[in-house]
């Protein structure tokens, strides 16, 4: 397990992070979220050491992590840098023996790599020929080349079409079964939803949210329901248990007030009119970011 402890960092007068604390299971993807100037990439390399934190602990398997423990991670950062000159082959087998490989290793997987995501044709050209596409992958393959147990990516998906995207995450899904510890920034909320299973929201350097992501959208209290119906129309808004309703043809999509069981709502539509579908939607990781980090701005960065 990795556990980050009461991470703390400022610059002159600056809090970048405020005492961040999280915890990530092998096998799990957890999110680091947060909008431009958060304190994410500040959080991040605080764990790797390239800045020092004021104060806190990072722990790996109840150790306090050293030298050891940063050789077991890969980075893939959000500032791409490759030798753009150079062939590929060159590239990332210098990374790996960086990362401690043999020269005859590091050029063995970086052949695997190349292969499982589709560019073994490029091995022998320089990078600065490849698509901007490609030479993401790249980097991916140069973070992850000596076999890390801790993956930390920061926009990995950046400047991917969604073939290369699902190339990336079937790897990343292997990494998962490996029982991997993968560590993800990124401003895209649908990549983050799909892929975390716990997250981690900061703004301002605070922590605003944080916990399981089903758990966060179960508490969010904002469920919509969607009611299927040729007859209800506009009549949506006489019931109570209504907060408001967006009213199409066939279908509204309903937010109930707190409290209120959609059950009860159902029964009395079924009672009083014609009802062909009733579907529970969650609210989107989209909305609760959005909706999270203002109320944070009104409220100077409250913690939760």
């Known amino acids: 397990m990795l556990s980050i402890k009461n991470l703390h960092k400022e610059f002159k007068n600056v809090i970048a992070v405020n005492d961040v604390s999280f915890d990530v299971e092998p096998g799990r993807i957890f999110g680091i979220l947060g909008p431009n100037g958060a304190g994410k990439t500040t959080t991040i390399r605080c764990i790797l050491d390239i800045i020092k934190p004021d104060r806190g602990e990072i722990h790996f398997n109840g ?24 062939r590929v082959i060159d590239v990332i087998s210098y ?4 990362r401690g490989l043999s020269a005859s290793h590091a050029r063995s997987q970086t052949k695997y790599y190349l292969k499982k995501l589709e560019i073994e044709h490029s091995i022998n050209k320089k990078v600065n020929e490849l698509s901007k596409g490609n030479q993401q992958k790249i ?57 975390c299973s716990q997250i981690l929201l900061i703004n301002k350097g605070e922590e605003i949210l944080k916990g399981k992501l089903s758990e966060i959208k179960k508490n969010f209290g904002k469920v ?8 209800i129309g506009k009549d949506i808004l006489n019931f109570s248990e209504v907060s408001s309703a967006d009213v199409y043809e066939n279908y509204s999509e ?24 009733f579907d529970l939607k969650e609210p989107s990781l989209n909305s609760i970011f959005i909706e999270t980090v203002s109320n944070s701005n009104i409220n100077g960065g409250v913690k939760k």
């Open 63 to 86: 150790i306090l992590a050293d030298e050891i423990f940063r050789n077991k991670v890969g980075y893939l950062p959000e500032e791409r840098g490759l030798y753009s000159k150079s």
């Open 95 to 98: 990374f790996g023996e960086l």
């Open 139 to 195: 980097q991916f393959i140069a973070s992850v080349i000596n076999n890390p147990t801790i993956l930390i990516l920061d926009e990995p998906f950046a400047g991917l079409d969604p073939i290369n995207q699902q190339l990336i995450k079937n790897l990343i899904n292997e990494f998962l079964d490996e029982g991997k510890i993968i560590l993800l920034s990124t401003h895209q909320m649908e990549v983050a939803e799909k892929l």
């Open 224 to 231: 919509s329901l969607i009611i299927k119906s040729p007859q």
């Open 254 to 277: 309903v937010v109930l007030n707190p409290g209120i069981d959609s059950q009860r709502l159902l029964k009395q539509l079924i009672e009083q009119y014609e009802i062909t579908g």
